[in-house]
């Protein structure tokens, strides 16, 4: 077949909602973008645990600690899920997180914010695995399969982190003035941020157009935001905390909360690198993988002598 007849009939699968897997023909520019979406989605898992990891030795109670160490081991597992799915795709997972540590591979913004207090383990649960459960359920449909697979466990785990973190801010709004007011400084400051993870406006999202038209991502931009201001909204009034946006207001004609203009400079900066953490976390990130080395080279090892082993015994046989 040519090139014409392989695009044609690979657009045919997609527009019947079949999978395309690793070994399917797939275009250069489907495989590219895919390369680099599952990259930037793994690169956040991995970095999303360092600004939760702070509050391991600071959590409140045993069950807190616990619930938190599970929720930052489960990030650990859903970016080897996801470099897997990306190895898939012909690249190795040294070169992708050597684009990670050297500053040229993006990871969400929400992460280079700083963790202040208790409070934000709360606003981390509620709004940013909020926001990233609407972000991802589509992705289960996503019209790659290895990384569609992934993503039906990753969100099944969300779901429970998204609740853990509301639990600790309904703790908060229900304890004291001083815990009601650390929760409320919390969601201001998380509010913002969590909106960034969407993505640019529909008008200036370089990607959408292509992946939605190959069935990688389902909806815009702009769609899943807009979901997330109207399933967080009421969840909001439950708490008793105020979304800190001054423009937002329910439309009767749309049925949807319209909100305010989003700070454009600051997304631009903080993807750019320039955001309050963006330095601290790559330096640890680097000081991980530089200390895990031993752990690499032994597991290396330990699997060479295995498989020696299983050769030479099937010699024998
Ligand atoms: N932060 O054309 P666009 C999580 C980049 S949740 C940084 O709209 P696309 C977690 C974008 O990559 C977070 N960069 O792109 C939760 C592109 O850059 P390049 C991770 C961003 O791909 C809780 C450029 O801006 N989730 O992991 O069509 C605990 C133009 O954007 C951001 C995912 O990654 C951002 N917020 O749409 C622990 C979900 N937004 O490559 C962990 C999968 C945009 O051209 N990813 N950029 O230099 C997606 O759904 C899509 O990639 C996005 C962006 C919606 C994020």
């Known amino acids: ?157 969300e779901s429970f982190h998204q609740r853990q973190g509301y639990e600790i801010l309904l703790t908060l709004c229900n304890g004291s003035e001083e815990q009601k007011k650390m929760a409320q400084d919390a969601v201001n400051r998380w509010w913002w941020p969590s909106m960034m993870m969407f993505g640019p406006s529909d008008e200036n999202s370089k990607h959408s157009a292509y992946s939605m038209e190959t069935g990688i991502k389902k909806f815009s931009n702009d769609e899943l935001r807009q979901r997330f201001v109207d399933q967080t909204k009421p ?18 004609s749309s049925g949807h909360w319209k909100y305010g203009e989003i700070d454009w400079e600051e997304f631009n900066n903080v993807i750019q690198g320039n955001g309050p953490c963006n330095k601290i976390r790559l330096k640890h990130r680097r000081e991980a993988w530089e200390k895990g080395a031993w752990v690499r080279d032994a597991a290396s090892a330990y699997a060479a002598k295995k498989a020696l082993k299983n050769s030479e015994s099937k010699q024998v046989a």
């Open 235 to 252: 969840q909001a009034d439950i708490l008793g905390v105020t979304l800190p946006d001054k423009d937002l207001k329910f439309d009767e």
């Open 1 to 157: 077949m040519n090139i014409v007849d392989l695009e044609h009939e690979f657009m045919k699968r997609i527009k019947a909602d079949q999978k395309i897997e690793p070994k399917d023909w797939m275009p250069e520019k489907y495989r590219q973008t895919l390369i680099r979406q599952i990259a930037q989605h793994a690169h956040s898992e991995i970095v999303g645990m360092l600004p939760e990891a702070n509050y391991i030795s600071r959590a409140p109670t045993l069950r807190r600690k616990a619930a938190l160490l599970a929720k930052i081991q489960d990030e650990a597992g859903h970016g080897l899920y996801l470099y897997c799915a990306a190895e898939t795709l012909g690249v190795d997972r040294d070169t992708l997180l050597d684009e990670l540590h050297s500053g040229k591979a993006k990871y969400s913004s929400i992460f280079n914010y700083p963790t202040l207090t208790w409070a934000d383990m709360g606003a981390i649960g509620w709004l940013v695995d909020g926001a990233a459960i609407l972000n991802q359920v589509p992705l289960c449909k996503c019209s790659f399969g290895p990384y569609a697979r992934a993503m039906v466990r990753v969100c099944k785990e």
